[in-house]
């Protein structure tokens, strides 16, 4: 049974940083690409950047130059570094991973979320 378990968010400051985990564990042979979204109250979920197996990273406008998202192989995990938060960066933020898993004898793509966790900027 694939989990994925979000950790890092809360309450900030405009100007202030979090850094959100997301750690993937329970039958995966191997990852294709993890991410963060976000979902702000009244608003559609969007990506906010995700990293592939190659370390190839994709970011929002939004938060170009702002945030870094980076990964540990042998943990599988991903990380979200956010700086100069911003009070439009209040979301909850769902960790996203594509992955190889095993199904009883089968391989097989899957992707997974995770729970979310609140991140609020607010002075």
């Known amino acids: 049974q694939v989990q994925l378990v979000e950790s890092g968010g809360g309450l900030v400051q405009p100007g202030g940083s979090l850094r959100l985990s997301c750690a993937a564990s329970?039958?995966?042979?191997?990852?294709?690409?993890m991410g963060w979204y976000r979902q702000a109250p009244g608003k559609e979920r969007e990506l906010v950047a995700d990293?592939?197996?190659?370390?190839?990273?994709n970011y929002a406008d939004s938060v170009k130059g702002r945030f870094t998202i980076s990964r540990d192989n042998a943990k599988n995990t991903v990380y979200l570094q956010m700086n100069s938060l911003k009070p439009e960066d209040t979301a909850v933020y769902y960790c996203?991973?594509?992955?190889?898993?095993?199904?009883?004898?089968?391989?097989?793509?899957?992707?997974?979320w995770g729970q979310g966790t609140q991140v609020t900027v607010s002075s």
């Open positions: 329970g039958g995966i042979s191997s990852i294709n690409a």
């Open positions: 996203n991973a594509d992955l190889r898993v095993w199904i009883g004898v089968s391989l097989m793509r899957k992707n997974y």
């Open positions: 990293i592939t197996s190659g370390d190839r990273t």
